[in-house]
């Protein structure tokens, strides 16, 4: 599992080291970390390679600079680019190596009076187009919002596929992942200590290529973030014994599909059958249903009128339920929706059934009726503009979902996510839009902690927020899963694994892991059709032990 922390729990990590250590030790073992990884880039040839450093003032251009002079000390040409004040040990000892100094600027900057003369731009431009290797040090992990302009010009210059970044590419904030203007892209990313937030979300995971862990002997406290890996989810999948049945392996409830969306249960259908439960109960209306029994004739189907919860919770008994592929939000999804929070096993909510359980969260979960169907407890809310907060307020929901004794897990994308917000806790969309691109994980947590329950935000990084903060970030996938009906794949995927015992933390970010590998092995352009015949080979392929 890979794990990630914040910067100031990175800074608090070095302190002690920096005070205990020789000067400069804790730079020497980054360096020499980062030197190995620009060897093995060029092949272990390196003499007669040209190398180009992006030197800044801080210690990670200071990083830089060094593996820049040693590289030279073996033969490489080295030429170090900078747009301000250097690392001072680590230019002597590159000058003393036989590396040159340049100073840039941005293109439309002129040197003010009494400053050395800087490097045409076009001749940067050459240095960076004909460079073996690029070692990207103009900021580190304390930089934040956009680039200065020679800075900025760097990155743009810099070739991706022979760069690396030292620590984290610059313009990439090390915390949030967020890039504001340009940034550098690398080929691969040598970071120290600890893996950082910003490399692993959002914008910033796209710059950051191969990403390569250097270890310094920090001492860290509990992760903020973490990432699964082929290990975690091949130990998290669950197998059955010698004595189980289709039953104590786990049953779902899964509700879905309508007259006028009959597809998508099908496809959570087919994630469904491949997440590890022994038996699959699908509640669907008619056109629905009928359309799952011809697909999947192993799925026990029940037939209900459109909000018929006595119908749906008279399916049989389940160990979770899932809702929402399908369904067309409204009035009879909300009764639904009330029906299924008054029940007392895990309940995924995707799609359709998100829009009613935000109404539900706002207005109070009629839960009701000892069955979960009928009025029964309702909290009391201000709408958005009354009582003078303009936020909704409706403590007592969140304390019904925890009453429930089991988790509820939501599934939404981005649009859904902020329709969400802004339904059950009345945030405005636009701030939510933004506060999703500047920090995406405090967003989700934030709802999180306001909503009581779990989210499965997806994204390019899914991720996986609980109540109380805990955190996962999903690696795997490609861009060819933002296609319809691949939701509703990872909708039956996830649901099947909460049925067979996981808790909501795991069966969401065990089921994105496995969603995105299918993805990756799926056929270009793929459809959501292709990726459940593809989950027993993307578990396969976790390890030789993963297949039970």
């Given at each position: 599992m890979r794990a990630a922390h914040t910067?100031?729990?990175?800074?608090?990590?070095?302190?002690?080291?920096?005070?205990?250590?020789?000067?400069?030790?804790?730079?020497?073992?980054?360096?020499?970390?980062?030197?190995?990884h620009a060897v093995a880039f060029l092949d272990r040839r390196v003499y007669g390679r040209r190398v180009v450093v992006l030197a800044g003032g801080g210690d990670n251009g200071g990083d830089a600079l060094w593996a820049g002079a040693k590289l030279a000390a073996r033969g490489a040409r080295v030429d170090a680019l900078a747009p301000g004040t250097t690392h001072p040990e680590g230019t002597a000892v590159l000058l003393a190596a036989g590396g040159r100094l340049h100073r840039v600027v941005a293109p439309d900057s002129t040197p003010g009076s009494g400053e050395p003369a800087a490097l045409a731009d076009d001749r940067v431009a050459a240095l960076l187009a004909r460079a073996d290797l690029v070692l990207d040090g103009l900021l580190g992990i304390g930089g934040r919002g956009g680039l200065r302009a020679a800075h900025a010009r760097l990155a743009e210059l810099a070739p991706a596929a022979r760069t690396i970044a030292v620590d984290v590419p610059s313009g990439v904030d090390a915390d949030t992942g967020s890039v504001v203007g340009p940034a550098v892209r690398a080929a691969r990313t040598v970071t120290f200590g600890t893996y950082k937030r910003g490399l692993l979300l959002g914008a910033g995971a796209t710059h950051v290529g191969q990403l390569a862990l250097v270890e310094i002997g920090l001492d860290l406290p509990e992760p903020d973030l973490t990432a699964l890996d082929d290990d975690d989810v091949a130990d998290l999948l669950p197998v059955p014994g010698p004595t189980d049945s289709k039953y104590t392996r786990g049953v779902l409830g899964l509700v879905g599909g309508s007259d006028r969306y009959p597809g998508a249960v099908v496809l959570a259908t087919g994630g469904a059958l491949r997440g590890g439960a022994g038996y699959l109960r699908v509640v669907a209306e008619a056109r629905a249903a009928e359309h799952v029994r011809r697909a999947h004739p192993e799925a026990v189907v029940t037939v209900i009128e459109p909000g018929d919860a006595t119908a749906m919770l008279a399916a049989g008994r389940v160990q979770a339920w899932a809702l929402g592929p399908g369904i067309v939000p409204g009035a009879e999804a909300r009764r639904l929706v009330d029906a299924l929070v008054g029940t007392d096993v895990p309940l995924l909510l995707d799609a359709g059934g998100l829009d009613p359980f935000a109404d539900a969260f706002a207005a109070g979960f009629r839960t009701g009726g000892g069955a979960g169907v009928g009025v029964g407890f309702t909290a009391g809310f201000s709408r958005p503009g009354v009582g003078g907060s303009g936020r909704v307020e409706a403590p007592a929901n969140r304390e019904t979902l925890a009453r429930r004794g089991a988790p509820v897990l939501l599934t939404p994308h981005e649009g859904e996510f902020t329709r969400l917000t802004a339904t059950a806790l009345g945030w405005d969309p636009r701030e939510t839009g933004r506060a999703l691109a500047a920090d995406r994980l405090a967003t989700v947590r934030r709802a999180?902690?306001?909503?009581?329950?779990?989210?499965?935000?997806?994204?390019?990084?899914?991720?996986?927020?609980?109540?109380?903060?805990?955190?996962?970030?999903?690696?795997?996938?490609?861009?060819?899963?933002?296609?319809?009906?691949?939701?509703?794949?990872?909708?039956?995927?996830?649901?099947?694994?909460?049925?067979?015992?996981?808790?909501?933390?795991?069966?969401?970010?065990?089921?994105?892991?496995?969603?995105?590998?299918?993805?990756?092995?799926?056929?270009?352009?793929?459809?959501?059709?292709?990726?459940?015949?593809?989950?027993?080979?993307?578990?396969?392929?976790?390890?030789?032990d993963s297949l039970g």
């Open positions: 910067v100031a729990d990175v800074r608090d990590a070095e302190a002690p080291l920096l005070a205990s250590l020789p000067p400069g030790a804790l730079m020497q073992r980054a360096v020499h970390g980062l030197l190995s999180t902690g306001e909503l009581g329950v779990t989210v499965l935000l997806k994204g390019a990084r899914t991720l996986v927020v609980e109540p109380g903060g805990a955190a996962r970030v999903n690696t795997t996938g490609t861009p060819w899963l933002g296609s319809a009906g691949t939701g509703d794949v990872l909708t039956g995927l996830a649901g099947s694994l909460l049925a067979a015992g996981l808790g909501a933390l795991d069966a969401a970010s065990v089921a994105a892991y496995l969603h995105g590998r299918a993805g990756e092995l799926a056929p270009r352009p793929l459809g959501a059709a292709d990726l459940p015949g593809l989950l027993p080979a993307a578990r396969a392929g976790l390890s030789p």
